[in-house]
């Protein structure tokens, strides 16, 4: 058989192998893996690690996001920076607005990403709403039709669930098998602390951090795991940002229950130190949970290395910095309390994570893979067509050169926003050849896919994920 592709004297790694062997890709899909294999076209990959494309199961992108202010990406300008970040699925959530249907939210959104998407995409639901048709109706259909996981938030006023309302959206999860995803903080909390700080004057972009200490964090991802471990369902705690968050996560898997835990660059790269700065810089990096300490990093990498973390995501968020419609809006450049939320990220994931966890030794290639892309598809319901190299999958492969350097420079980056909160930060090994379902997208570092090559995908249910030791 020729092929139409093969990628040729790679080293191949998966999240439980490294092997040399050449790929060959037939129709889109990986129909072999051989020595001296021949096809229309060769990509050499002597020297580069060849991966799955990665998946990256937490991104925001044109989101609404509240009055005046406007999410910094499209479906095209998010999906090319997750793109030229080495990914090539891109799960962004799809938010039920209050007093509005989940149809209405899915129409607006796959409209929004229609002939746009330079990935695949695939959408998590968020749940603002949950009447009696939501829960008993509308969210079952929506699984059927693969929209298999769904958020709730603890926090945010038009967003937040109260307890009672989480018990019943976790139930319907457990009904359809579908698998909830919580965002933990303590709103009544974080409501008290600001208006201490507001009383005491304190509005600048650290009390965004002061007013979300850890101990918001910790309550609340203990009361979520407690409220599924009530209904007896799986849950997944989303950007974990520190060790007493994560102890809850390792305490409730001795006791037994399926408990999935997502981190992100920020956690890993960014402290609280990052909110001050002249000018309001500090804006850059106010995102929810907010960033901690250096020693929370420590905590947060035992969690990577031991798998108390399956999913390494960039919670990709992005907002322009000097910009009316983003961080600096009119009110937010003078109080915290008006500073969107949220910071870019899906082009930095991958380089920052092998960078700071394979090349300096903390991770291996293997533990890398599960973590960027395999762990994501088979939580989420896409494996094994993506987030592995093997006969039968989808031919999403990204060729990596564990030695290229760079410096983090947003003016090098692909996405929507002005900045990138790692501006300077060096990093060690980089994606270099993008290929989507058998289509090299990005070539030795320049753009060779088109607007519209990625396509939207439904999901199956979750599958377990195999953790290390
Ligand atoms: N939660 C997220 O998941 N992303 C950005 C902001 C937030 O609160
Ligand atoms: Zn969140
Ligand atoms: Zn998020």
Redesign the pocket.
Known sequence: MTFDLVIAGGTIATAADVFKADIGVKDGVITALGIGLEGAETIDATGKYVLPGGIDS?V?IDQPSGEGIVMADTFETGTLSGLFGGNTTLLP?CVQEKGKSLRDALTAYHAKAEGNCYTDVSFHLVISDPTESVLGQELPAAVADGYTSF?V?M??ENLRLNDAEILQVMDTARRTGALAMV?C?NEDAIRFLIDRHVAEGRLEPLSHATTRPLAVEREATHRAITLAEVVDVPVVI??VSNGAAMEEIERARARGMNVTGETCPQYIRLTEKDLEGMNWEGAKAV???PPRTEAEWDNIWRGIQTGVFDVFSS?H?PFRYDDERGKLNPKGRKDFRHVP???PGVETRLPILFSEGVSKGRIDITRFVALTSTNHAKTYGLYPKKGTIAVGADADIVLWDPEAETTIRHANLHDGSDYSPYEGLEVKGLPRTVILRGKVMVKDGELVGARGDGRYLPRELSMKVRRPG
Request: aromatic content about 16%; hydrophobic content about 20%.
């Open positions: 937490h925001h959530f958020k938030f926090t945010y965002h903080e989303v950007h995102c929810s949970p919670d968020c939320n949220g910071i």
